[in-house]
């Protein structure tokens, strides 16, 4: 933790806030710019899912592999082998909750018992 | 459970942005504003770190940028150039649009009429988002009371449900990109930091949109 010190008259820390707020704001902003331009059946509107989609479970991948905070202090073959087994419940069964619960009790299990 | 697992997430960075010597009214309002967990917990880390603001400021951005692609699908999803909304309403309705939103707006599209869709995301917007509010100011105050091991699976249960409903896309070009990207972001992590989601997101969906649309032209070709 560092001291918090003021910047232009405004504490630091409220500038990392309102910094992450314009970070996001922009992107949301340009996307709703863009989204009237965009055909919706056209390839462009394709690619552009399909690298929403492939960044999604980057972020959620890199949430899962390299954790901060509490979920650090757990084994990361747990995290994995949990996951592991839930996704394989959804692509066979294609059962939401059902796969939830897999993917969740296992990794409460092998936290537990292992 | 999208409200109850994102509740949980939040939890997760209250306890994070406290530690990171943040107060209540810091931390909720970066919720707030942001709405966007993975660029708030990098915002959080990095402060407490000693990064600059300005290093603070690309992190958020790099973490971010698929905020426009969700907004472009979701759009597309909602039919929203359709509606004929004014800009602020889109402005506003496309701030609760953020991972949890967007893929259960994916995962309904398939039993939820067209034109219905949005009003599905109004509602489901706005109580998500009292969820993630309620999540951070539990998160801040009653992290001590909630034991580390009943904590850590609750945590774990965010990334593992969005997981689920992104693999469970519609379209076998979403199918493979989350395949692709998911596989490449955490080995180009250690390479390349932050840069990593990007570079993993353009490779996933670049590939897998050609990929899909080669085999289906092929397809065609076939056919003929």
Redesign the interface.
Known sequence: ??P?TA?FGIS??????I??????????????M???R?K?DS?L??????????????????????P????A??PLDY?LG??GL??LC??TL?I??L??LV??GS??LA??LL | MPGFALCSTLIGFGAIAREAGFDIWMTTTTTLLVFGMPGQVAMASLYASGASLLLIFIAVCLANLRMMLMVISGSDLLNLPQHKLPLWKRVLLMQGMAITGWAQLGFKQETIAPNDLLHYYKGFAATIYVFAISGTIIGFHLDNLIPEHVLRIVIFVTPLYLLLLIINAKQTTNKLAVVIGGTLCPLLYPLAGDWAILYAGFVGGTLSAFIIRFASLRADKERS
């Open positions: 933790m560092k918090d910047l630091e820390m409220w500038a990392a806030v910094l992450a707020f314009v970070a996001t704001f922009m992107w949301r902003f340009l996307g709703v863009l989204a009237n965009i919706t390839f509107m394709i690619w552009i899912n399909a690298l929403a989609y492939a960044m999604v479970a980057g972020v959620l991948m890199l949430i899962l592999v390299y901060s905070g509490i979920l202090t757990t995290r949990a996951l839930g996704l959804m692509v294609k939401l909750w796969s939830i993917g969740m990794f409460a936290m537990y």
